[in-house]
């Protein structure tokens, strides 16, 4: 694979977690990549952060739109255009990644193949503990981790641990059912395939199932990257869910379809209409000069 990696950094209006998202980040034994944080409208506090950044080892991109509510599968579509890597990995704004995370990813990618990860949550006291008094938890040891399962400050120890699995990690090639959108990792060529998220979920909800059903579906098999890339997820109030059922209701419609694409993808956001196309890239800014800048709105769906 080409050595550029592209991490993709979902946030909205959590400038805390992210300035401790980026902190990790910035920690990788693993320096081959670039960070593109993809803005749901947030307000300037986050463009703050951002540019207080700008030292980061790694090149660092800020790539923002409008706030018209939870548009998260859009906003990552805007950051798969500004980015540069040929490998995007994406990771919610509020997890935590420990030093070798860049590193595990690049090992387990694999032409054909997604990479799921999973998650260890952390609990509501030990995440406003981290925030308040910037813990580096991301470095610490198994045995700090086993302490702090003991006293319930996270769900799960066992994750925390590297194992090589091998060949299982394909044993779930073809279940879409399970896998999380916070920490997953696949070729920039696949996700033009099947052209990108679709931003026709909106609200919390599906949009993450959408994508892994659309590429399984065109022949690109999940691969499991737990005990290897697992992330440290801080505590937050469940978001709105509203949308949730119609979401699932859209979910449902492409279960019953034969269909690849999205039908609100990345060639909604340029001059083409298929995935073919090559993308103009979205008006984004390097932190360093000016932090942030609102994107162009989106075509007209023909």
Same mark, same amino acid.
């Given at each position: ?97 420990? %030093?070798?995370?860049? @590193? *595990? /990813? $690049? ?6 193949? #997604?990479?799921?990860?999973? !998650?260890?949550? &952390? ?18 040891? %198994?045995?700090?981790? @086993? *302490? /702090? $399962? ?6 799960? #120890?066992?994750?925390?641990? !590297?194992?090589? &699995? ?137």
């Amino acid at each position: 694979m080409a050595d550029l990696i592209s991490v993709v950094v979902s946030t909205y209006n959590r400038e805390d977690a992210l300035e401790a998202v980026l902190r990790s980040l910035s920690r990788q034994i693993d320096l081959q990549f670039e960070v593109v944080v993809a803005d749901d409208g947030s307000d300037a506090a986050t463009a703050r952060v951002v540019e207080s950044w700008s030292h980061m080892p790694v090149a660092l991109k800020h790539v923002r739109h409008e706030d018209r509510g939870f548009r998260l599968a859009e906003i990552r579509n805007r950051a798969i255009l500004a980015s540069a890597g040929s490998y995007c990995i994406f990771l919610d704004g509020d997890c935590l990644v420990r %030093p070798n995370f860049v @590193a *595990a /990813h $690049r090992r387990l990618a694999e032409p054909g193949c #997604f990479v799921t990860g999973n !998650r260890v949550q &952390l609990s509501q006291k030990l995440s406003r503990r981290i925030l308040a008094e910037r813990l580096e938890v991301e470095t610490w040891p %198994p045995g700090h981790w @086993a *302490a /702090h $399962r003991v006293r319930g400050d996270i769900n799960r #120890f066992l994750p925390l641990l !590297r194992l090589p &699995l091998g060949p299982l990690r394909k044993r779930v090639g073809r279940r879409w059912r399970g896998a999380q959108g916070c920490n997953m990792a696949l070729f920039r060529s696949d996700i033009e395939r099947v052209d990108g998220f679709d931003a026709a979920f909106t609200g919390w909800g599906r949009e993450d199932s959408d994508m892994f059903v659309r590429l399984i579906r065109h022949g690109v098999r999940r691969k499991d990257g737990r005990h290897a890339t697992t992330v440290l997820h801080l505590w937050h109030q469940q978001s709105d869910r509203s949308k949730l059922a119609a979401n699932e209701e859209k979910l449902d419609l492409l279960l019953r379809s034969e269909r690849v694409g999205a039908s609100q993808g990345l060639s909604t956001l340029g001059e083409g209409t298929g995935p073919a196309h090559r993308f103009p890239e979205p008006i984004c800014h390097q932190a360093g000069s000016r932090a942030c800048a609102e994107v162009a709105e989106p075509r007209a769906l023909p």
